[in-house]
């Protein structure tokens, strides 16, 4: 399929001494030159067929943006794929204790198909919270080294600092340039042990809002067999603000029991991560505030994914 990178036309002497804030580092797109006081705030779009296919190969002119409200138009537009920064984010609380094994190989897919640019760090929580290694690096040996460690040095503790350990994975996300990124893998219920506390879902979903941070969800279904003719089946099902969490970021929410399906929905996300359009959206000034956004696409049968909002960062 063809891949297209396509600008608004530009008149390379006028940038000379604007303050154009420029889109992140690696993206491929071209930027074009505006007013003194105009920014581009960089849109991460997915659009799939019915079948559920990932559609590449539109261009600018198939897609209506609004913000608040009102047309916008498009700055910049990219299909190339366009780097990110990630946080892989596992419960390695007892409740997932059994899974540990298949965490590893999901983890591991991931890790082996990244892209040049691409950058990651590994988190695990239980009765502590570990975010390896220090830095976001593309890295494999690096990575899959911190895999091993985790998955041997994680205890499976009764702590599941749920909120906490997302907050910390959204910290270390805020200072990247890239394209931001949070896949999470647990049942979303928190149990937080000592000191683990003082973390609500609430501050967690404006926090990832702010950031501008993509959010994939793994939302696991705990299910146990009756004990006996006189007891019945019992279904944990996962807390319902990790699908909240994921919608509002336009990232996608996953209900999943069976722990074989990690690695094929671990594949999905990264492949849907290298398959999204990059829209430049033109603001008139950095206000730090949340705007209201509206990706629609020219051409039916399709379906658009996007962030209901995203935040002018100063």
């Known amino acids: 399929m063809p891949r297209i990178v396509r600008a608004l036309p530009t008149a390379l002497a006028a940038a000379v ?4 804030c420029l889109l992140p580092p690696g993206v491929a797109a071209q930027q074009p030159v505006f007013r003194a006081e105009t920014d581009v705030v960089p849109v991460y779009v997915t659009v799939r067929d019915t079948e559920g296919r990932a559609v590449t190969t539109l261009t ?7 913000v608040d409200g009102r047309e916008s138009p498009i700055a910049t537009f990219s299909n190339e794929p366009q780097p990110f920064a990630a ?13 540990r094994r298949a965490v590893r190989d999901a983890t591991a897919e991931f ?17 502590r919270i570990v975010l390896a290694p220090d830095v976001f690096t593309g890295e494999r040996h690096a990575l899959l080294d911190a895999l091993r460690w985790q998955v041997s040095h994680v205890d499976a503790g009764g702590a599941s600092p749920v909120w906490l350990a997302a907050r910390q994975s959204l910290d270390a996300l805020e200072s990247q340039p890239l394209r931001r990124v949070l896949v999470m893998l647990s049942d979303g219920h928190d149990a937080p042990g000592r000191g683990q506390g003082g973390v609500s879902d609430t ?32 279904v944990h099902g996962p807390n319902p603000r990790l699908e909240a969490l994921a919608d509002h970021s336009g990232g996608r929410f996953f209900e999943i029991d069976r722990s074989p399906d990690f690695t094929r929905l671990f594949t999905d996300i990264i492949d849907e991560l290298h398959s999204q359009y990059l829209i430049g959206v033109p603001v008139e000034v950095r206000d730090g505030r949340r705007h209201r956004l509206e990706v629609r696409l020219r051409q ?15």
Request: no cysteine; net charge positive.
């Open 60 to 66: 600018a002119d198939d897609f209506l943006i609004r």
């Open 300 to 314: 039916r049968g399709l379906r658009v994914r996007a962030p209901e909002s995203f935040v002018a960062r100063r």
């Open 111 to 127: 890790v082996a198909r990244l892209l040049p640019g691409d950058r990651v760090r590994l988190g695990a929580f239980s009765n």
């Open 203 to 234: 501050a967690v979903v404006r926090l990832a809002r702010h950031a501008n941070v993509l959010v994939y969800a793994l939302g696991f279904v705990h299910r146990r067999a009756a004990l006996s003719a006189y007891d019945r089946p019992v």
């Open 17 to 20: 001494g604007v303050g154009i």
């Open 87 to 99: 946080v892989l984010l596992v419960d390695f609380s007892a409740s997932m204790s059994a899974h």
